[in-house]
T-cell receptor
Framework: GQNIDQPTEMTATEGAIVQINCTYQTSGFNGLFWYQQHAGEAPTFLSYNVLDGLEEKGRFSSFLSRSKGYSYLLLKELQMKDSASYLCAVEGDSNYQLIWGAGTKLIIKP | GAVVSQHPSRVICKSGTSVKIECRSLDFQATTMFWYRQFPKKSLMLMATSNEGSKATYEQGVEKDKFLINHASLTLSTLTVTSAHPEDSSFYIC???????????????FGPGTRLTVL
């Protein structure tokens, strides 16, 4: 079967750093996406990884290890507006279809 | 990034009626559109994939006669919830992807979602 695992909820402090992990088992792999979703809104794109390694984009970085079926999203200098759900999604075999994790709810405290 | 719109953003209807939700790609041609349903505290559930000009491909467990999808043009897809019931109440989100954009990856651009409440 196809499975993507993420922690359900994490708490961090404003200004700190947090790492959200994602492990996956899928039939085929064409890339891994991270999306941010605020309550009641559609997801917004954060990052895309298809090769192993770290992709940095401002305060957000995403890492991928295909051999381990593992990715993480790293958020630095946390701000209150970063409180949201973070969804890991893998593009598997099917045409453009994404397999979604359940999302990690990130709570930022002052 | 590309813009995808959905209409309406919220709809309340009576049980037994049908509701149509539109999804439009505003500044690009979407060869593929996806319809998702999201339950509270759950991941997005893919309902169906539609390619312009062809029949939608439904995921297992999704009733194609209940959730009618039409992708008549490269910028418009519609989802019609027929004979809606309270259990159909949910947040419906569409996304669009294009093979024409020439980007290095096939990003999906999401619409803002439609909140459906069936009384």
């Amino acid at each position: 079967g196809q499975n993507i695992d993420q922690p359900t909820e994490m708490t961090a402090t404003e200004g700190a750093i947090v790492q959200i992990n994602c492990t996956y088992q899928t039939s085929g792999f064409n890339g891994l996406f991270w999306y941010q979703q605020h309550a009641g809104e559609a997801p917004t794109f954060l990052s895309y990884n298809v090769l192993d390694g770290l992709e940095e984009k401002g305060r957000f970085s995403s890492f991928l290890s295909r051999s381990k079926g593992y990715s993480y999203l790293l958020l630095k200098e946390l701000q209150m507006k970063d409180s949201a759900s973070y969804l890991c999604a893998v593009e598997g075999d099917s045409n453009y279809q994404l397999i979604w994790g359940a999302g990690t709810k990130l709570i930022i405290k002052p | 990034g590309a813009v995808v719109s959905q209409h309406p953003s919220r709809v309340i209807c009576k049980s037994g009626t049908s509701v149509k939700i539109e999804c439009r790609s505003l500044d690009f041609q979407a060869t593929t559109m996806f319809w998702y349903r999201q339950f509270p505290k759950k991941s997005l559930m893919l309902m169906a994939t539609s390619n312009e000009g062809s029949k939608a491909t439904y995921e297992q467990g999704v009733e194609k006669d209940k959730f009618l999808i039409n992708h008549a043009s490269l910028t418009l897809s519609t989802l019609t919830v027929t004979s809606a019931h309270p259990e159909d109440s949910s947040f419906y989100i569409c996304s669009a992807s294009s093979s024409f954009r020439g980007s290095e990856y096939r990003e999906q651009f999401f619409g803002p979602g439609t909140r459906l409440t069936v009384l």
